[in-house]
């Protein structure tokens, strides 16, 4: 509760502290005047709360980051799979994706409208693209950082490929997948806002920059809260997947100020009081 009480306490001093800036017109250096209030966008929250077109564009937006990202996750880790596992496929697919992996996701919408019949599908290309290759490279890192001992104890009880694959290879590369699935998420977001901005009809993207285009700034920041909002929520929701699917791992905390757990000083302790006591209990009794 005091973890919460202290995320809370931060989140209001940050607004706190932009209505201050903002009501009283500061302008050093950096130009609070020209910002709009925090009641200013909480108004205009509650305007876009009341009307259809924001939840139109909130379906539009999740629809395209939730496909996309999708698809990346089931491309992105089977390629990465392939690709850490075959010399082959390596050597076939390796160049061309390192290649094509440094080229910004944004840059890639004039291809996307060419490429494709409607402003959809490009956006959830440009979506797709900007998951697909954090979710791969995790991937292939994750696989062949896989300890050879785990694979060749199924190869010694009888298991064959898929066995090891569906043993071995996937659960040891969870963790390293999920951590590539968390910043793909957030790169989609960015990407598929921008696309929006571009070549979109709906969505969160394309309605904050019409109001930027009319000069509606509290109706601006109601668009990039929302934003940070739905990027938190799909962000947690990746997060709480993956400690759901590796509950398997060991987990750490940290207590602040909190005592060290307590170890055992004496190995004997462990021996419970009996005809033998302690003194007389051998090093290979212990072990």
Not at 121 to 138: D, E, K
Request: proline letters at 6%.
């Amino acid at each position: 509760m005091t973890r919460y009480a202290l995320r809370g306490l931060s989140l209001a001093v940050g607004l706190g502290l932009w209505q201050l800036l903002t009501s009283l017109n500061v302008d050093v250096w950096l130009r609070f005047s020209q910002f709009p209030t925090v009641t200013d966008v909480a108004r205009a929250f509650a305007d876009r709360l009341s009307g259809p077109d924001y939840w139109t564009d909130l379906t539009d937006s999740l629809t395209r980051i939730l496909t996309g990202f999708l698809l990346a996750t089931a491309l992105g880790v089977a390629t990465g799979v392939l690709v850490a596992r075959s010399r082959l496929a390596e050597d076939l697919l390796g160049p061309l994706l390192e290649v094509v992996r440094p080229i910004p996701a944004i840059a890639l919408v004039p291809v996307a409208i060419l490429l494709f019949p409607s402003n959809e599908q490009g956006i959830v290309f440009i979506t797709f693209t900007a998951a697909y290759f954090p979710v791969l490279v995790s991937t292939r890192h994750a696989v062949r950082a896989l300890t050879p001992v785990w694979e060749e104890a199924v190869r010694t009880m009888g298991g064959g490929r898929w066995r090891i694959l569906g043993s071995v290879v996937l659960p040891g590369a969870l963790p390293g997948i999920f951590g590539g699935l968390s910043v793909g998420i957030g790169v989609s977001w960015i990407c598929v806002i921008s696309a929006e901005m571009i070549s979109g009809q709906y969505g969160v993207g394309y309605r904050t920059w019409q109001d930027y285009t009319v000069v509606d700034y509290p109706g601006v920041f109601v668009g990039m809260v929302t934003i940070g909002v739905l990027g938190w929520l799909t962000s947690t929701a990746v997060e709480l997947l993956g400690r759901r699917l590796t509950h398997w791992l060991p987990r750490t905390s940290y207590v602040p100020g909190g005592r060290p757990p307590r170890r055992v000083r004496d190995a004997t302790a462990l021996i419970p009081a009996g005809p033998g006591t302690k003194e007389n209990v051998s090093h290979d009794q212990l072990v």
